[in-house]
């Protein structure tokens, strides 16, 4: 009985491993808000990074944490942000390497495309996911949990660009 047991967590555990390791490596996530608002008020907020604490939903878990490069609580963790391409009103792109809680590096963009009087912007995440972290992603649905916080910092920015418009 006990060898069939074994037999049978050895099959659950190896279909696991076989089900994280057919997950793609690479990983793509994007989300677009409009804002009411030229495009160089919205690049603005991106290109300084001392404007992210308005808007970031990172900032708010937790207030103490700095930006660029930052140590902060378990949610926020402990890395460096680098602006590697920033093309006024078009583009910025943003290096983002993770030290803590789990190593990790992506690419962030964002793009601002004007639409009469508003701007969408795009903001995407994009990088190299590793067998550690293809199998965080599949339990914890990493792919939603990102579209989630992107889609509360542009509704954050959103609200701060066009506050900032109302004074």
Known sequence: ???????????V?????????????????ERTATITA???????QVNDFHKWDAWSPWAKLDPNATIMTW??????GEGKMT???????????????IVKPME???????????????????WSMSGHQNFIAKAMCLVMN???????????GLANMKSVVEGASKT
Request: proline share 6%.
């Open 142 to 152: 990493g792919k939603k949990m990102m579209s989630d916080i992107m889609d509360k």
């Open 83 to 97: 602006l590697t391409e920033s093309r006024p009103n078009e583009l910025v792109k943003i290096n983002v390497d």
């Open 71 to 76: 140590a902060g609580n378990n949610q926020v």
């Open 38 to 44: 030229p495009p160089a008020t919205v690049f603005d």
């Open 104 to 122: 990790g590096s992506s690419t962030s963009e964002f793009a601002f495309k004007p639409e009469g009087d508003q701007t969408a912007v795009t």
């Open 13 to 29: 555990i190896a279909v696991l491993l076989i089900v994280v390791a057919l997950q793609p490596s690479e990983f793509h996530v």
């Open 1 to 11: 009985m006990l060898k069939k047991i074994l037999i049978a967590l050895a099959a």
